[in-house]
Nanobody
Framework: QVQLVESGGALVQAGGSLRLSCAASGRTFSTYTMGWFRQAPGKERRFVAAINWGTPSTYYSDSVKGRFTIARDNAKNTVYLQMNALKPDDTAVYYC????????????????WGQGTQVTVSS
């Protein structure tokens, strides 16, 4: 069982930066693939980025590639999402998720979810 708690969401101006954190409980955190997803009002939940437990390898959606960076610290049971050059279209609730398999952009492939943190980017 893994419990996830996100933090770091805020209101920021376009062009600004934020770093989201996701703290995980559970001794097997280092073996899980971790993902970030986001959901804007009235829209479906969409993949942002994922990082596996190995090398590690990462995977990004085209909409954030080059602006966002996912990283993990297994010693702290924490995964991060560094978000730079933020745009109003990045406004959403951001969710952290965990799965026992490899990198995957599909929300239904993830077993555990956090409660979400709000990111609002003003123009």
């Amino acid at each position: 069982q893994v419990q996830l708690v996100e933090s770091g969401g805020a209101l920021v101006q376009a062009g600004g930066s934020l770093r989201l954190s996701c703290a995980a409980s559970g001794r097997t955190f280092s073996t899980y693939t971790m993902g970030w997803f986001r959901q804007a009002p009235g829209k479906e939940r969409r993949f942002v980025a994922a990082i596996n437990w190995g090398t590690p390898s990462t995977y990004y959606s085209d909409s954030v590639k080059g602006r966002f960076t996912i990283a993990r610290d297994n010693a702290k049971n924490t995964v991060y999402l560094q978000m730079n050059a933020l745009k109003p279209d990045d406004t959403a609730v951001y969710y952290c998720a965990a799965r026992s398999g490899g990198l995957n952009p599909t929300p239904s492939a993830y077993d555990y979810w956090g409660q979400g943190t709000q990111v609002t980017v003003s123009s």
